[in-house]
Nanobody
Framework: QVQLVESGGGLVQPGGSLRLSCAAS????????MGWYRQAPGKQRDLVAL???????NYADSVKGRFTISRDNAKNTVYLQMNSLKPEDTAVYYC?????????????WGQGTQVTVSS
């Protein structure tokens, strides 16, 4: 059973920082592209940042220069460092793992962690 377990969300003031973590099952982590998505109330779930198994990264324009995604393959964990947070960053953040194994496509989601940016 593949599991993605997120942590690190919370309440932070505008301009503050948070670091999200997502621990994934060892069976898939090293071969997966790992992503962070977010969903605000009444809105669709959007990609925030992505890191491939080879370490290439991609970011939504709204977070470029403020957020950094990284992965530690030894710990089967992906991180999202969020700096200069704004109220519009408030959302539930979800971890995603996707890729191919045994010629089958997989796509797994974590349970989500709430990030609230407010004074």
């Amino acid at each position: 059973q593949v599991q993605l377990v997120e942590s690190g969300g919370g309440l932070v003031q505008p301009g503050g920082s948070l670091r999200l973590s997502c621990a994934a099952s060892a069976s898939i982590f090293s071969i997966s592209a790992m992503g962070w998505y977010r969903q605000a109330p009444g809105k669709q779930r959007d990609l925030v940042a992505l890191i491939t198994s080879g370490g290439s990264t991609n970011y939504a324009d709204s977070v470029k220069g403020r957020f950094t995604i990284s992965r530690d393959n030894a710990k089967n964990t992906v991180y999202l460092q969020m700096n200069s947070l704004k109220p519009e960053d408030t959302a539930v953040y979800y971890c995603n793992a996707n890729g191919w194994k045994y010629a089958l496509r997989y796509d797994y989601w974590g349970q989500g962690t709430q990030v609230t940016v407010s004074s």
